[in-house]
């Protein structure tokens, strides 16, 4: 079993519909959950970072934590087309200790 | 502030050729990584530098590949001699110590053929 399990996709939505993104993981250790938004041919960017169970909301992004899941969600409201892009999940143990990441979900918006 | 920079942004090398790369990473980030995504994979860590010294290369294929962080800013990743399944993006990312955030550079690319 992969410590962190990712829907590759594709996905694809209509212009202003809700999106759901998940993750799994294996190792209860992780406390730092992270999403990070990666457009064609660039580098990562984070999106959305939390720490331990709970929801947090940034505009129309909202990310879900349930640990006693072990289980994470990306939700994006009123999708744009420039929300087109990889949406990868990651999550790391206390300390610094290196994030690990998913294998990410490729989305598409259609106007 | 300036992000992460990488060099060269594409190489396309013949197998058993080698390679380098540069990353210069946001100034005052004491960990940097390296870390390698084949495509349609999530990126794979390959080492972590905390200063100029090794944290975890657990991942790193040391018969073929090595790096090196000296006086802990600037950074070098080498593959030698490389292999097909080397291809890869390969990205370097930097962040205060102890801070989950990493901070991206957009990647070296590389086509081995």
């Known amino acids: 079993q992969k410590e962190v399990e990712q829907d590759p996709g594709p996905l694809s939505v209509p212009e202003g519909a809700i999106v759901s993104l998940n993750c799994t993981y294996s190792?209860?250790?992780?406390?730092?959950f992270m999403w990070y938004r990666q457009y064609s041919r660039k580098g990562p960017e984070l999106l959305m970072y939390?720490?331990?169970?709970g929801n947090k909301e940034d505009g129309r992004f909202t990310a879900q934590v349930d640990k006693s899941s072990k289980y994470i969600s990306l939700f994006i409201r009123d999708s744009q087309p420039s929300d087109s892009a990889t949406y990868l999940c990651?999550?790391?143990?206390?300390?610094?200790?290196?994030?690990?990441f998913g294998k990410g979900t490729r989305l598409s918006v259609i106007a | 502030e300036a992000g992460v920079a990488q060099s060269p942004r594409y190489k396309i090398i013949e197998k058993r050729q080698s390679v380098a790369f540069w990353c210069n990473p946001i100034?005052?980030?004491?960990?940097l990584y390296w870390y390698q995504q084949i495509l349609g994979q999530g990126p794979k860590l390959l080492i972590q530098?905390?200063?100029?010294?090794?944290?975890?290369d657990s991942q790193l294929p040391k018969d073929r590949f090595s790096a090196e962080r000296l006086k802990g800013v600037d950074s070098t990743l080498k593959i030698q001699p490389a292999k097909l399944e080397d291809s890869a993006v390969y990205l370097c990312?930097?962040?205060?110590?102890?801070?989950?955030?990493?901070?991206f550079g957009e990647g070296s690319r590389l086509t081995v053929l």
């Open positions: 530098f905390q200063n100029n010294g090794v944290v975890d």
């Open positions: 939390t720490y331990s169970s």
């Open positions: 100034s005052g980030h004491a960990t």
């Open positions: 990651a999550m790391s143990g206390p300390g610094n200790t290196p994030l690990v």
């Open positions: 190792n209860s250790a992780f406390q730092y």
């Open positions: 990312a930097s962040n205060y110590a102890n801070t989950g955030e990493l901070f």
